[in-house]
Structures are given as C-alpha cells and as structure tokens.
C-alpha cells in the first residue's frame, strides 16, 4: 500500500478498511460463501448442491474458516458502540488471517492427498485459492499499511451514566 493510504479514514477517525482486504477475506472464507449460494439457489435447482462436492455440505470445513468469518464481523462491528469481542478480534485479525490461510492450506492439502486424481475442478482451482491464501497472509504481515489498520478501533463511547474523573 502506498503512503496515501493512510489518509483515507472514517468517520470515526480510523484508517478504512481496503475493498482489496474484503475481497481477500471472501477468497479466504469461500466455503462460506459458496454455502450461503448454494443454500439460496437451491430453492431453484437441487443440482446446485452439487457445488458442494461429492460428500456434500460440510462442517468441517465451515469450522476451519470460522475464524476468518470472525474477523469479518469484527472488522463491520468497527464502530465506537462495538463490543469488547469485536475489538479483540480486530486486534489479532493478522494472526487470525494468517491462522486462516494455514488452516485453509492444510485442509486443501488433506482433501488433495485423498483424492483419487486431480481435475481442474475442484481441486486444482482449491490449490490456487490457497496459494492466494498465503499471498494474502504473507500481504497482511509484511506491510506497515495493515499493522496499522489492525491495531485501529473507534474508541468506545463514554457511559453517559458514568461521572466524569476529574
């Protein structure tokens, strides 16, 4: 990211979120995302669950992407009314992104040894995700940009009930 980059702040006086960062946070949580498509489409065409691979929908792989759906309600919740979880969440989202990338990693890595061979889809296109995956960690820890950003919370609002110190 380059020094124009943190000028651009909310409201709230904190550095804004890049589109860039919510794109690598959907390619990171795609499970998610393709469930949540598949459950909307499915209404439509029961073929669309076929999306969801040979075994179908799976809970594992929900779990291995949960932290990164974490941080992503975390980094909506950065308002100053958020609460205590939000801002732990947000202050560790480079550890929880790099967490995701390698949970991601070894899960594809278990789903591609299993496999029988390898076709462009599923698996070929997995292991490209999670080779964005690591692109996108090594991204949030090297660059001053995203230190920032995930060190930035809106301050809480004061308790109007709470006497001021003096």
């Known amino acids: 990211m380059q020094d124009s980059a943190f000028l651009d702040v909310d409201r709230h006086?904190?550095?804004?979120?890049?589109?860039v960062l919510w794109l690598g946070f959907a390619v990171?949580?795609?499970?998610?995302?393709?469930v949540?498509?598949?459950t909307a489409s499915a209404r439509r065409s029961q073929q669309s669950v076929l999306l969801l691979g040979e075994g179908g929908?799976?809970?594992?792989?929900?779990?291995?992407?949960?932290p990164i759906v974490l941080l992503m309600v975390a980094g909506f919740q950065r308002v100053p009314a958020a609460g205590r979880w939000a801002r732990e969440v947000w202050r560790r989202g480079?550890?929880?992104?790099?967490?995701?990338?390698?949970?991601?990693?070894?899960?594809?890595?278990h789903m591609l040894w299993d496999a029988d061979d390898w076709a462009l889809w599923p698996?070929?296109?997995?292991a490209s995700c999670v080779l964005i995956d690591v692109a996108i960690a090594l991204a949030v820890w090297r660059?001053?940009?995203f230190a920032q950003l995930f060190s930035e919370f809106?301050?809480?609002?004061?308790?109007?009930?709470?006497?001021?110190?003096?």
Do not use: C, H
């Not at 990171?28 to 393709?34: D, K, S, V």
């Not at 929908?57 to 949960?66: D, E, G, I, M």
């Not at 698996?123 to 997995?126: C, D, K, P, Q, S």
């Not at 809106?154 to 003096?166: M, V």
């Open 154 to 166: 809106p301050a809480p609002e004061a308790d109007p009930n709470k006497e001021p110190r003096p």
């Open 36 to 38: 949540v498509i598949v």
């Open 123 to 126: 698996e070929l296109f997995l």
């Open 94 to 109: 480079r550890a929880i992104v790099a967490l995701a990338a390698l949970l991601n990693l070894g899960w594809t890595a």
């Open 57 to 66: 929908f799976s809970w594992a792989w929900l779990l291995v992407q949960l």
């Open 13 to 19: 006086g904190v550095l804004r979120v890049p589109g």
């Open 28 to 34: 990171m949580a795609r499970y998610w995302i393709l």
């Open 143 to 145: 660059d001053r940009f």
